[in-house]
Each structure stands twice: as structure tokens, then as C-alpha cells.
């Protein structure tokens, strides 16, 4: 029984350039949530996919920021023309179909923008 | 607004004593969850506890209990018989609106030997 996997788990990239972050779910959860956390802080909700389906988008979400999650499965981050405050680390979770609350985190991407 | 409110930035509490951990929240739903969760440095967020509006008991799982109490909107996570492995930061969240977690501003806890 694996978990949430993320990929890659550091990234140091510099401003401007554009960053892909992965998020593999636990394979039966068709929910899945991207985070921010920054320092000292608790996570920020970005991002929300039930299935294959974006439902929701937090405002902290910028145009710059897109993601996706094409057959359901994995899901991809993406932000474009890095700023140095997007440095923070980006947490992906997922949970089970309905009924059951509880999200299950992976280990993290961590981005540092120089 | 503040959704759910954590007052105490760092705790300290001697190995094999039990401490609480503040969490107050605020929802006007009827249905909603909460749930604690504990980061230690490695940065993955582990889950501890979790208990609904509705949920008449406290909910228990092994050394971890959340005092709940609905009327005053809080919902306190206790640690009984604390280990050096429990020193990390630990994050209340709420639940709402189906699909919309908020996390407190998080408790850092360290144990002493």
C-alpha cells in the first residue's frame, strides 16, 4: 500500500523560469488537493480535482499558476515565470470517494526561486 | 477571516506527561470536520485525529483524544504519555463546505528528556 508520492521532492530554479511539480495519489482516492505552505505557516489550499474534474480554485492561484489532472490519476503543477515569492512548499494530497474526509498527504515539493 | 485559530506558537512538556494543544474554530455549518495533524521536519503532514460536528463522543486514537467542545468552537487535541518522537509541529484544520480544508497557523511542541 503505497502513499501520496510527490516529484521532485527540492527544486531550486531561477526567477522567471517555469517549474513542473508531480503529484502521484493513492491509487483507489478520486480526490485530489494541491497545497502551499510556507514558512511557518499551515498549508493553503490551491487546488481541488475530483477525478479527472478541477472543481476548485483558491485566489491565491495567480495566472500563472495551472494545474492538471488528465485521466484522473496523477495530477501536474505548473507555474510559469517563477517569482521569488513562490518559493514555499507545495503539498498534494488525496482522499477517498465521498464519505470518508480525511486527506492523506504526500512528502512535499519544496521550491526555492532565486 | 480567521477560520481556525491556533494561540500557541510553541509548547513545551516533559517526556511521559500529557499536554493539549489549543485549537478554536469558527463556522456557522451545521456539518463540518476537524482533524489534527502533525508535521515533524521532515515536512510531510501525518494525519493524527479527526472528529465530526455531529460526533457526540470525543474521538480517540491511542495517545491522541480531541476534546471537543461545540459550543465554545474548540477543539483541543490532547497528547497523553508523551515521546521524544512526538516533538514536531502540529496543525488543527477544518473542514467545510464540502471539499474546503482551512489549517491553523500550527503549535510547535518539543519534548523534553
Known amino acids: 500500500d503505497t502513499g501520496v508520492s510527490q516529484d521532485p521532492r527540492h527544486k531550486i530554479t531561477k526567477r522567471g523560469q517555469n517549474v513542473t511539480f508531480r503529484c502521484d495519489p493513492i491509487?483507489?482516492?478520486?480526490?485530489l488537493y494541491w497545497y502551499r505552505q510556507t514558512l511557518g505557516q499551515g498549508p493553503e489550499f490551491l487546488t481541488y480535482f475530483q477525478n479527472e474534474a478541477q472543481l476548485e480554485k483558491s485566489r491565491l492561484l495567480s495566472d500563472r499558476f495551472s494545474a492538471e489532472r488528465p485521466k484522473g490519476s496523477f495530477s501536474t503543477l505548473e507555474i510559469q515565470r517563477t517569482e521569488q515569492g513562490d518559493s514555499a512548499m507545495y503539498l498534494c494530497?488525496?482522499?477517498?470517494?465521498?464519505?470518508?474526509?480525511?486527506?492523506?498527504f504526500g512528502p512535499g515539493t519544496r521550491l526555492l526561486v532565486l | 477571516a480567521q477560520k481556525i485559530t491556533q494561540t500557541q506558537p510553541g509548547m513545551f512538556v516533559q517526556e511521559k506527561e500529557a499536554v493539549t494543544l489549543d485549537c478554536t474554530y469558527d463556522?456557522?455549518?451545521?456539518?463540518?470536520?476537524l482533524f489534527w495533524y502533525k508535521q515533524p521536519s521532515s515536512g510531510e503532514m501525518i494525519f493524527l485525529i479527526y472528529q465530526g460536528s455531529y460526533d457526540e463522543q470525543n474521538a480517540t486514537e491511542g495517545r491522541y483524544s480531541l476534546n471537543f467542545q461545540k459550543a465554545r468552537k474548540s477543539a483541543n487535541l490532547v497528547i497523553s504519555a508523551s515521546q521524544l518522537g512526538d516533538s514536531a509541529m502540529y496543525f488543527c484544520?477544518?473542514?467545510?463546505?464540502?471539499?474546503?480544508?482551512?489549517f491553523g497557523s500550527g503549535t510547535k511542541l518539543n519534548v523534553k528528556p
Open positions: 491509487s483507489e482516492h478520486n480526490r
Open positions: 463556522t456557522s455549518d451545521q456539518s463540518y470536520g
Open positions: 484544520a477544518i473542514w467545510r463546505n464540502f471539499n474546503k480544508f482551512y
Open positions: 494530497a488525496s482522499s477517498p470517494p465521498a464519505g470518508l474526509e480525511t486527506q492523506y
